[in-house]
């Protein structure tokens, strides 16, 4: 091959590279009316059950809730307004890994200020995360400083939401990681941090296993901090093992009670989940099987509906399940239940600085010494006496003061 055809094959190659590396623009197509009115026929024919024969949510999520969520659902609710909410901020697309991954991305106005990828678990989504934008990017808006400042990287995980679903297996936590990573340098950040809860905080836990130099620290809502014997114990629905302290023994009974009472969602989808079709066709099938994530994050939900005040509205609930619905993601998220081996709770040795928020009706609230234990570098450790499964979303002032308490030694 002469000079110039070399030249050429390699001008090539670097613009499949390129193209193929692009970050593209994504706009948030709007549904059509056709798919809302679907929506809401769906709705409306819902064939009900009869009602628990128990007055507490032990068997599950009330009738009377799910019938006050339909009402709103099929009447008062508007998608649109979500819709705006999501096209007001910049929404973007680039293939890594074969998977073209969605995630917003917003700079802030201050300079220097410190990147950070935040990742969203099940049942949430990037609907998850919206309340913290603003306040991350623009501090001085919200009590904060310019010191403060973060520009925001908020992905869909692979299967959920605008992001594409895999063709192959092989789709864990690690490999979401590493995506990360890749994503992270190629928007350009030589430096950043990463947060997260759910799976969002197991890709983040791994994404500091890995070794990548540009990640100098991680925050996460669920920390995995339990001792071996303590979850062997737990697992295993014993009574609480001698020697504990008060922290120690609380989260041994949240732990033991979610082992018992909580894992039914996990197990099946960690099992089967192609064979959950009745979420993926029935939207009230798909709201009850996301709602009932955990007794406490149900109660508080049960609650919003009744109409009393809570960290979450009714549409905030609602935009989170919808998203779900026009995506057609509940079989594709429920796949990485499958595809995850690793063990949620059990201390991974995370190896760079680490900030942890313990909120109390998470599943466990990890006590301090836990904590100290499983995360080498700790630099920051929080308790608070409310929040549960989803602090982003249910308190996000609560949430924004801890990570901008974890990562200002590391500016």
């Known amino acids: 091959m002469d000079t110039i055809a070399q030249t050429g094959a390699t001008q090539q190659a670097s613009k499949r590279t390129a193209d193929k590396d692009a970050i593209r623009p994504f706009p948030i197509n709007p549904v059509s009316e056709a798919e809302l009115a679907d929506l809401k026929r769906r709705i409306a024919a819902t064939r009900w059950p009869d009602k628990e024969v128990v007055s507490d949510q032990s068997q599950g999520v009330p009738l009377a809730t799910m019938q006050k969520l339909a009402r709103h659902w099929g009447s008062d609710y508007d998608w649109r307004k979500c819709e705006a909410k999501l096209n007001s901020l910049p929404n973007f697309v680039t293939n890594i890994d074969g998977v073209d991954i969605h995630f917003i991305h917003v700079k802030s106005k ?6 950070m990828i935040i990742t969203h678990g099940w049942p949430g ?41 895999p063709r192959v297996t092989g789709w864990d936590p690690i490999r979401i990681a590493r995506a990360w ?29 890995l070794g990548a130099p540009e990640l100098v620290g991680i925050h996460t809502n669920m920390p995995a901090t339990v001792p071996p014997e303590i979850d062997k114990a737990a697992s295993a629905g014993g009574p609480a093992p001698a020697g504990l302290s008060a922290d120690e023994k609380h989260a041994y009974e949240q732990l033991a009670y979610f082992y018992k009472n909580g894992l039914g969602y996990a197990n099946e989808m960690a099992n089967r989940p192609q ?11 798909l709201a009850a099987w996301m709602l ?19 960290g979450l509205t009714r549409d905030d609930v609602l935009d989170n399940v919808t998203l779900y619905w026009f995506t057609n993601t ?19 040795n995370v190896p760079i600085p680490a900030g942890v928020s313990a ?30 499964h989803f602090a982003a979303w249910e308190q996000p002032q609560l949430l924004v003061g801890d990570l901008r308490a974890s990562f200002k030694s590391l500016r």
């Not at 501090?139 to 594409?164: E, K, M, N, Q, R």
């Not at 595809?339 to 059990?346: I, K, M, T, V, Y």
């Open 292 to 310: 009932d994530h955990d007794a406490r994050s149900l109660a508080l939900i049960v609650r919003v509906f009744d109409g009393e005040s809570e």
């Open 359 to 388: 909120f109390a009706e998470e599943l466990y609230q990890a006590p301090k010494s836990w904590t100290d234990k499983a995360y080498a570098k700790l630099v920051f450790y929080a308790r608070h006496d409310k929040g549960s």
């Open 125 to 165: 989504s990037i609907i998850e995360q919206l309340k913290i934008i603003d306040p991350l990017v623009n501090p001085t808006a919200h009590g904060g400083t310019a010191a403060d400042a973060f520009d925001v990287v908020i992905p869909s995980l692979p299967g959920y939401g605008f992001s594409a679903n």
């Open 330 to 348: 509940a079989i594709p998220s429920a796949r990485l239940y499958w595809e995850s081996h690793l063990a949620f709770f059990a201390p991974k």
């Open 181 to 209: 990573v890749v994503l992270m340098k190629r928007l350009g950040y030589k430096r950043f941090v990463a947060q997260g809860g759910d799976w969002g905080n197991a890709v983040t836990e791994q994404m500091s296993l």
């Open 275 to 285: 064979t959950l079709y009745g979420i993926g066709d029935s939207p009230i099938g």
């Open 110 to 115: 201050h300079p220097n200020a410190l990147p």
